[in-house]
């Protein structure tokens, strides 16, 4: 194990994840990616689990995260309002949303949802929830009763009990339902790409820690057994990434449909 600096041998650093799925999964998918970060850089890094996202939404917002895994919309508000700084995301594919419906309904068009009851994880989940809510709004102009039910997980089992219609999710958390969970749904729209979550570095953080944090998940990422670690987050192919990947998502005026956490 590399040894860290002396001054920061003892310093504990502070990671924070968006909830996109119920704590005690979210600690079997990073913890082992967060130990393999320590015996490779020397740094202590303790995850902090948020119980919702609107909850962890306002502790980034309070800067209370040395290191966070955040949707693309997340990193804009962070940057702007803490200077957070994406590191590295998932190159190997885009993130996008999906809407939802139980393979046996007879609903097949986002026109049909119009006065329905649809359940999103969060306001603020980007593909999930607000690029679904702008493109309701934007493209189909229909009008929905949204319920926001805290996970990506709680989306899906809601349409599956027939207590919403419709449920936003992403693609990436679809695919990680179990089998008869995704195989009594469907899709009836994805929203446009995007550039996905970024594993971003709050500034307070010394750049050395940052750099070595970076390398370290980059270098995870070159073997099966660091690759099978990241795909579980998920996150097929990592690679750096820098704010001006981010930039574009301005253009689609989110902060119309953005619900200030209370």
Do not use: C
Request: proline share 6%; aromatic share 8%; glycine share 6%.
């Amino acid at each position: 194990m590399p040894k860290a600096y002396a001054d920061d041998q003892d310093k504990e650093y502070i990671v924070g994840i968006v909830p996109q799925f119920e704590t005690r999964r979210l600690h079997q998918i990073w913890q082992p990616i967060l130990n393999y970060l320590f015996q490779e850089t020397g740094h202590k890094l303790i995850l902090r689990g948020s119980p919702t996202i609107p909850d962890f939404e306002t502790e980034f917002m309070q800067g209370k995260f040395d290191f966070a895994y955040m949707n693309p919309y997340h990193i804009m508000l962070a940057n702007q309002i803490q200077g957070y700084l994406p590191l590295v995301r998932d190159r190997g594919r885009t993130l996008y949303g999906v809407l939802v419906v139980r393979k046996d309904s007879n609903i097949n068009s986002v026109k049909e949802l119009a006065g329905k009851t649809l359940a999103f994880p969060a306001p603020n989940a980007l593909g999930a929830s607000l690029q679904i809510r702008q493109e309701i709004t934007d493209k189909f102009r229909i009008k929905i009763n949204p319920i926001y039910v805290k996970t990506h997980d709680s989306v899906y089992l809601s349409v599956l009990l027939g207590e919403a219609a419709a449920g936003g999710g992403v693609q990436k958390t679809l695919d990680l339902q179990i089998d008869h969970y995704r195989a009594a749904l469907k899709i009836i729209h994805r929203t446009e790409d995007v550039v996905p979550h970024p594993f971003s570095a709050h500034p307070r953080v010394p750049l050395n820690v940052q750099e070595d944090i970076k390398l370290a998940l980059l270098k995870l990422g070159q073997s099966d057994s660091g690759a099978a670690l990241l795909a579980k987050i998920p996150m097929k192919q990592i690679g750096p990434t820098q704010m001006g990947d981010y930039l574009p998502l301005k253009a689609l005026g989110l902060e119309r449909f953005y619900i200030k956490s209370q």
